[in-house]
């Protein structure tokens, strides 16, 4: 296997068949139908079904399908950050950062950062906790912003800042809930949004309760939880800096301390960064003036 073969794979794929291919990349068929069938030889799996209009991905080709994506941005990112340091300016820093990780630190970390290093750019990869997690471990990302509960085995970390958890959502479901600070206790009967990884956490810590809550729709995202809850299926259960991206929306504080939440920016450790992702990280251990 070797990199032209997977983009001339990935350019059959988006155009959908092989004569669509071959007009992109500017060659006739017989050669790109042998460098499929090269590959499927030295696997030994069938990537696609040939139909009379359209190629059918296998599972094999979905597979393949994923890597080559991600193997082919990785060339292509490498070809930017190599032609920007022969013009004498640094490469491209890969940060995973979670829908509700860009807080005031975060960015008050990349404008120190940004003083001193201004030829710096940025790659940015959204997604949720466990999932830039494992982009990290695959090192398609150098750097991640995520947040708490995580395994934080193998990871240097540095906090950037700590939530309390929250319950947001229209009056309909605030307006019947006790004065002041709330408990779970106080949620029953509630229907909530909430992360799946808070839904286990939540559960366990009330397993010997007296008392149940009711999960209306769990997910993976801040911005999920947000959206149910403006839609008024519920009242969501999130870190207080996820309202940033609804500032308007009604919340109550929960008074739980141990439901705290805190932000990391974390690294692999022992591994090798990039001369400006090692730079950021050193960045962010320098303590900052509040202003």
Request: hydrophobic residues 40%; aromatic residues 8%; contains cysteine.
């Amino acid at each position: 296997m070797n990199i032209d073969q997977l983009h001339y794979f990935a350019v059959i794929v988006e155009t959908g068949t092989i004569s669509g291919a071959a007009r992109r990349l500017h060659m006739s068929q017989p050669p790109l139908s042998l460098q499929i069938r090269n590959l499927e030889t030295e696997y030994g799996v069938r990537l696609f079904e040939r139909g009379s209009r359209q190629i059918r991905l296998t599972e094999a080709g979905r597979h393949l399908y994923s890597y080559a994506r991600k193997i082919l941005e990785l060339r292509d990112l490498a070809e930017h950050d190599l032609a920007r340091i022969r013009e004498g300016k640094q490469g491209t820093v890969r940060i995973g950062v979670i829908s509700s990780g860009s807080c005031r630190a975060f960015f008050d970390g990349i404008a120190a950062f940004q003083s001193i290093s201004p030829d710096v750019r940025f790659s940015i990869y959204d997604g949720n906790t466990y999932e830039i997690l494992e982009e990290l471990e695959r090192e398609k990302i150098e750097l991640a912003v995520i947040r708490t509960p995580f395994p934080d085995r193998g990871l240097d970390k540095i906090p950037l800042q700590e939530d309390h958890m929250v319950i947001a959502g229209k009056e309909e479901f605030l307006r019947v809930l006790p004065d002041g600070p709330l408990h779970l206790s106080d949620l029953e009967g509630t229907p909530l949004v909430c992360y799946r990884r808070w839904e286990k956490i939540i559960r366990e810590k009330l397993r010997n309760s007296s008392f149940s809550l009711d999960f209306y729709c769990v997910n993976d995202d801040a911005r999920t939880s947000l959206q149910w809850a403006r839609a008024g299926f519920g009242a969501a259960l999130l870190p207080a800096s996820a309202l940033n991206a609804a500032p308007d929306l009604p919340f109550r504080a929960l008074a739980d301390e141990d439901l705290a939440s805190t932000l990391y920016l974390v690294r692999p450790a022992g591994r090798i960064l990039s001369d400006g992702a090692e730079a950021l990280f050193r960045t962010f251990r320098v303590p900052r003036k509040s202003e």
